[in-house]
């Protein structure tokens, strides 16, 4: 589906007008020789940023560096395009089947490159549409009309242009043309009024947590070391990611519409992906007999110490403080589960646990999932329930 996505959003011979990562034919047609001339020609030092990151000391770092990249050459010099964000005008459509248990509908639209701040006010606009369970899709498509059994919306943040793209999965059985036409209905409601005040703040504070729990890691997508090399190659600098911060963290709700009204009012790409009536089942020519590569060195690892209480009522209660981020995280585990089936259907206990934030007499799914936004407190994952003889797994 992506492919498609690419080569329908872009012209011939624009950069992002295929897969940036490649297909398998190109790969299977290079020769030895095409591999090394494309690493000499694009992997130079010139055209690289390396970020270390962790408990180390620059001082340290820096000599290291220059005794195992110092002596790589600059590379020759690079001609690289302009930016083309290749806005479309007309709407189109694109109808694929694919071997899917269930229909769904993607709408994209290309829009700003990575360094534009309307990039940042369109995060926040998918974010109030489709983001969580009070957001405003998934309240209509999912919880009030139930014809579709998720929703998203998500931008490919890229540097020559950006694709802002909404995907909606119908309920088996349900006609995918009644699930896009709620999608149209509630961008037109979004376009004309843009956010309320409440919508926007829970998406900010969504968007702040994200970051912050983000760079708790050092590594991996969102880390510190991720966080530092983006916003040195996308944005110019190695703090350009606290522009960005700012932009989302001062957004008002005329921003966003703002942004909304600009880019996704018109251009839409709408791509259906329909199930095929049977499935077929193809043979693994993959061979995994050899195991995984074996590991001899292992790092240490270093834990908080414990603190540990009783409350009146019987209930332990063990604290392991961090303060890398100011983030809570809670965890209750309750002595049941799968040995309470014993004495009524298999799956009872689980099913109950998975019920606890659908809804009490107090307050709907939706409102604990907004009461929840407005703290960014993730959402609740599916409750599992372990018998006491697994007592090495988690709550």
């Known amino acids: 589906m992506f492919l498609t996505l690419f080569e329908n959003t ?26 090394r001339t494309w690493f000499e020609t694009w992997y130079g030092a010139a055209n690289a940023v390396l970020v270390v990151a962790g408990d180390v000391e620059p001082e340290d770092v820096r000599a290291r560096v220059e005794r195992h ?21 007309g709407e189109s459509r694109i109808v694929l089947q694919d071997r899917v248990p269930q229909a769904r509908v993607y709408k994209a639209w290309n829009v700003a490159a990575l360094k534009d701040p309307a990039l ?55 006609d995918l043309a009644a699930v896009e036409a709620v999608l149209d209905e509630e961008l037109r409601a979004f376009l004309e009024s843009g ?39 996308y944005l110019g600098s190695p703090d350009g990611h606290r522009r960005t911060q700012e932009t989302i963290m001062g957004a008002t709700p005329a921003d966003v519409r703002a942004a909304a009204v600009e880019w996704l009012s018109r251009g839409a790409l709408t791509v259906e992906v329909q199930p095929f009536p049977a499935y077929t089942v193809s043979e693994s020519a993959v061979d995994r007999s050899s195991g995984p590569p074996e590991v001899t060195d292992f790092p240490s690892a270093a834990f908080p110490a414990r603190e540990t209480t009783r409350l009146s009522n019987g209930l332990d209660v063990i604290l392991a403080r961090r303060d890398a981020v100011p983030v809570v995280d809670f965890n209750l585990m309750l002595d049941a589960g799968y040995a309470a089936d014993q004495f009524t259907l298999p799956g009872t206990a689980r099913m109950t646990m998975d019920m606890l934030d659908e809804g009490t007499t107090s307050r709907t799914a939706p409102a604990i999932a907004e009461a929840l936004a407005r703290v960014s407190a993730p959402p609740c994952p599916q409750a599992r329930t372990w018998t006491r003889r697994r007592s090495g797994c988690p709550p």
Not at 10 to 35: E, F
Not at 122 to 134: E, I, K
């Open 120 to 174: 940042d006010h369109l995060t926040l606009a998918g974010d109030v549409l489709a983001t969580g369970r009070s957001s405003r899709l998934y309240r209509r498509l999912v919880y009030e009309d139930q014809i579709a059994t998720d929703v998203s919306a998500f931008i490919l943040a890229r540097q020559f242009g950006s694709l802002f793209i909404l995907q909606a999965t119908a309920q088996p059985g349900q």
């Open 69 to 89: 990249f110092g002596h790589i050459p600059s590379g020759p010099p690079l001609v690289k395009p302009d930016v083309d964000l290749a806005r479309r005008t």
């Open 10 to 35: 872009y012209p011939d011979g624009h950069p992002y007008g295929h897969s940036t990562i490649g297909s398998m034919d190109d790969l299977n047609a290079a020769s030895l020789d095409d591999v």
């Open 195 to 233: 956010p309320a005040a409440a919508e926007l703040a829970r998406a900010r504070t969504g968007r702040r947590a994200s970051f912050v729990r983000g760079v708790e890691r050092i590594g991996g997508f969102g880390g510190k070391s991720d966080v530092l090399a983006a916003s040195e190659v």
